[in-house]
């Protein structure tokens, strides 16, 4: 019998000059399917699924194609040289699988593909068994997940009894694992960028507590002496008034605390959803604040990452906050409008409070309203921030974002 014969492969191997209509018939509905399904994994490789999702969909789909038993991708453990499952359809055996102990970890280091129609009658199995435990299935292909010239990991099919894939088979898989692995490392660097997002937002909430926090609790402090020193010299009427002013100035601080802990608290309060936490946030807004605000959802939801969700909470929240403090509005409305076709989505926010000359933006200290961090944080998802606004008109801020 055959031995297990890594890549490369020739799909000519199987063909047979003899075959007949129906046999061609079937041959190419075969390889139309093969088409159809590497297109469904390359376009769910470039949408902005889940990780786990993502690997979820592509062994489905591999699943209606191919034939097989068990189906696994395994993926390069990014400290240790072994490979873990990050995902299974069917029986699979835990632990991780140590590179160059199993077929797997070969493929992984050699990156080419692997076709084992028997593993019983390949005597470097029976070593490997001894040091590990086997799955006991038979016939296996396997392709790498290779961008450039890194592998990433490996796509592999089992099946019970021997012979029980062809060549063909493998060919498709090969195929279906070029946009696996782009989707793995595009999901990677997303991860990696989320994680330097999420830390460049621990160092803007610090700032934060000390600009609007720190120093006016530390002003606070030191107004508290002129109160002693007023009532030293029994100017009981004027250390009252000063106390009213602590004690307004106190309320304030105590109000941009909660903001910034309600906020702390809606970015990490991720598993309830994205258009569920808005939903919250907006209607806790408007029981602490009075003013009286809409939250409304229009067209098909599209799948937002989690990092550009997070752009998105933190833009609503420093808008609302505006409003608040600024705009003496009685109304304000968040709006999402979901473009299906387009694939874009546009965040608009809008208040009908004092408004503003635009040409002061940037003038005595408009800066410190949020406009710029606003812009910033469309900037990171690829979206245009616009504020329109005129004294005694309220103002609307629109972000557009492409999804």
């Not at 009213?244 to 309600?262: C, G, N, Q, Y």
């Not at 705009?327 to 009908?352: F, G, K, M, P």
Request: aromatic fraction near 6%; proline fraction near 4%; charged fraction near 25%.
């Amino acid at each position: 019998m055959p031995a297990p014969s890594y890549g490369p492969f020739n799909r000519a191997d199987e063909e047979d000059p003899g075959r007949d209509r129906r046999k061609e018939g079937r041959a190419l509905a075969k390889r139309v399917a093969a088409l159809l399904t590497m297109q469904r994994v390359a376009g769910a490789a470039a949408s902005p699924l889940g990780f786990q999702r993502l690997l979820n969909a592509v062994l489905c789909e591999v699943g209606q194609v191919i034939s097989s038993s068990v189906r696994v991708v395994y993926l390069r453990d990014e400290q240790r040289p072994v490979l873990y499952g990050a995902a299974a359809q069917g029986v699979l055996s835990g632990g991780d699988l140590p590179l160059g102990l199993t077929y797997a970890g070969k493929v992984a280091e050699r990156g080419r593909p692997l076709y084992v129609p028997d593993v019983t009658e390949d005597p470097e199995y029976h070593e490997w068994a001894k040091v590990i435990t086997p799955l006991r299935l038979l016939s296996r292909i396997y392709a790498p997940l290779k961008v450039e010239d890194r592998t990433l990991g490996v796509i592999a099919l089992y099946n019970w009894p021997a012979h029980g894939f062809s060549r063909a088979d493998l060919s498709l898989l090969c195929m279906v694992a070029g946009p696996l692995a782009a989707g793995v490392a595009n999901a990677r660097l997303c991860r990696e960028i989320e994680r330097a997002a999420m830390l460049e937002e621990r160092d803007r909430l610090a700032r934060d507590l000390h600009d609007t926090v720190a120093q006016t609790l530390g002003s606070l402090m030191a107004d508290t002496g002129l109160v002693d020193s007023l009532l030293a010299k029994g100017e009981t009427r004027r250390a009252r008034d000063e106390l009213a002013r602590l004690r307004s100035a106190l309320h304030v601080t105590a109000t941009e605390i909660r903001e910034l802990m309600d906020g702390l608290r809606a970015r990490v309060g991720e598993d309830e959803g994205f258009l569920t936490g808005l939903a919250r946030y907006v209607q806790e807004f408007q029981v602490k604040t009075g003013i009286h605000t809409e939250f409304v959802v229009t067209g098909e939801p599209l799948m937002t990452s989690p990092f550009a969700a997070l752009q998105v909470q933190c833009i609503v929240q420093e808008a609302l906050a505006n409003v608040r403090k600024h705009a003496r509005a009685s109304h304000a409305e968040v709006r999402l409008e979901y473009e299906t076709d387009a694939r874009e989505a546009r965040l608009i926010i809008t208040d009908d409070g004092l408004g503003f000359d635009l040409n002061e933006i940037g003038e005595s200290g408009r800066v410190r309203y949020g406009f710029k961090t606003m812009q910033e944080r469309a900037e990171r998802i690829g979206g245009l921030l616009q504020v329109a606004s005129d004294p005694g008109f309220g103002t609307t801020i629109t972000v557009r974002i492409t999804m």
